[in-house]
């Protein structure tokens, strides 16, 4: 083997970024569960979900047999103005740490979005645009999404109306502005402006908001005007398959200079960018031509994939959507006002949900304030300021390096460092100011939520 000098950021020519999507689904033995009618419980068909998400998404959501799809032209495009994202060698924090792991992580947050969310929105739009809809709606917790949305509703010239987790409404204003720069329009959810909103209002007076409840909002506006159709950010399968470019440029690059990943490491939310950046790493695996180790982090205090159940549940909390089999907290959970807005849903994408289900990624949780303690580490000695959802992976890849250190193991880590935190700086501050709390809901409170989980 050449043994190649390691940059610390290994880039791609344009001519070796991916030109195709890869569709983990179409590799899988067993493939996750299909979507349900929220009315009937009978598998979702292409007509009904296009009445939600446009027609090619809709046609990609239910594609679990093409392996590759092709990324259209116009959309890698797009990619070229801030793609290949760099693999970034982390020779810093290996010093620091002084262990003998390698570490490796892949930066997406070299964008406006500020996260891995437009390389899925810009996609989205595209096809929005070429259905000749009039524009889209859709929620955000945290705000990269929402934001992403904008941007490439803006480049496509369409509408975007966005429903706001109450709560990152009011600790991010500055994010609100973003979007309306792009020309978005942004609502607090729950709004008093749909049907379920005022409903989730009336039962839950004062609260802050769950990305399930501005779900609901979104598709109930989508569904009431005419040439809109709603868009999400995560949890889909059409949007692991977007973001599938993550994982094929950081294979690309390691494979440049022979490098094998042992473990692969992301924050998992509703499971996109994870299920992104593992894709052609979980390829070489089901085909047992490699191992890998692959961890998904969540927060403790939205513990789904490691606390929740493997369930058919609703994936928005006014029961709208299709319902999805997954590990699930119950589509009511309301998890506590954790900062890391990002990976506050109650549910797991379907295709990781299986693949946890036959044990072929583990799931881990971590503390806020260690979150924290990691985010501020890294910062200081690599330079980027991370996401709070970010820093999951970071604190689970400096555990890791910290075991091989112990065992003097020479182990390839990667992970996932999913975006920047410009905009979690009322967070960071109460972590400066050493008043940050973690919070682990008890087992009776997560039951309350899972023992109204749909009787399928
Ligand atoms: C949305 C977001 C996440 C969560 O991503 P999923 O794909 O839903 O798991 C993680 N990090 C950042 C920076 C995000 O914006």
Same mark, same amino acid.
């Given at each position: ?225 005419? %040439?809109? &159709? =709603? ?8 949007? #692991?398959? $977007? +973001?599938?470019? !993550?994982?094929?440029? /950081? ?90 807005? %990002?990976? &506050? =849903? ?8 299986? #693949?946890? $289900? +036959?044990?072929? !990624?583990?799931?881990? /949780? ?91």
């Amino acid at each position: 083997m050449i043994n190649k000098e390691i940059p610390y950021k290994i880039y791609l020519e344009e001519s070796e970024m991916p030109k195709s999507w890869i569709n983990l689904r179409a590799f899988m033995k067993n493939k996750p569960a299909p979507l349900l009618n929220p009315k009937t419980f009978e598998p979702i068909t292409l007509d009904e979900l296009s009445n939600v998400f446009c027609t090619e998404l809709a046609r990609q959501e239910l594609d679990d047999t093409s392996e590759y799809i092709e990324i259209p032209k116009e959309v890698r495009d797009f990619y070229k103005m801030y793609r290949p994202s760099p693999l970034v060698r982390a020779y810093c924090l290996e010093k620091l740490l002084d262990t003998p792991a390698k570490i490796y992580y892949k930066f997406e947050g070299n964008n406006t979005s500020g996260s891995h969310k437009l390389n899925s929105a810009i996609a989205q739009a595209y096809y929005a645009k070429e259905q000749g809809l009039k524009g889209v709606t859709t929620e955000t917790g945290a705000g990269q999404w929402g934001t992403a949305l904008s941007m490439a509703c803006s480049y496509f010239g369409l509408d975007c109306k966005v429903f706001m987790v109450k709560c990152s409404y009011e600790q991010k204003p500055f994010r609100r502005e973003v979007m309306r720069t792009y020309g978005a329009d942004v609502t607090p959810s729950p709004s008093m402006t749909t049907e379920v909103g005022r409903k989730i209002n009336e039962e839950f007076p004062g609260t802050t908001g769950s990305l399930g409840c501005a779900i609901s909002e979104a598709v109930e506006t989508a569904s009431s005007l005419d %040439g809109y &159709r =709603y868009a999400l950010g995560s949890v889909l399968n059409q949007v #692991l398959l $977007h +973001q599938s470019v !993550i994982g094929l440029e /950081t294979k690309t690059a390691l494979d440049k200079y022979d490098i094998k990943a042992d473990i692969v490491i992301g924050c998992a939310g509703g499971g996109s960018n994870l299920g992104g950046l593992i894709s052609p790493f979980m390829v070489e695996k089901i085909q047992g031509e490699k191992d890998y180790r692959i961890i998904a982090v969540e927060p403790a205090s939205c513990p789904s994939l490691t606390r929740g159940k493997y369930a058919y549940d609703y994936c928005d909390t006014g029961k709208v959507c299709p319902l999805a089999k997954m590990y699930t907290l119950g589509s009511g959970y309301i998890p506590a006002a954790t900062h890391a807005g %990002g990976l &506050r =849903y109650h549910g797991m994408t379907s295709t990781l949900s299986e #693949l946890k $289900h +036959q044990g072929l !990624i583990e799931a881990t /949780t971590v503390k806020q304030t260690e979150v924290f303690e990691a985010a501020q580490k890294f910062a200081r000695i690599e330079g980027i300021l991370p996401a709070p959802e970010s820093a999951h992976a970071i604190k689970v890849a400096i555990d890791e390096a910290l075991k091989c250190k112990e065992t003097g193991e020479e182990k390839t880590i990667v992970f996932g460092l999913t975006g920047t935190g410009y905009f979690d700086m009322m967070s960071y501050q109460k972590f400066n100011d050493g008043i940050m709390k973690d919070y682990i809901p008890t087992d009776e409170e997560l039951q309350v939520a899972l023992s109204k989980l749909p009787k399928i």
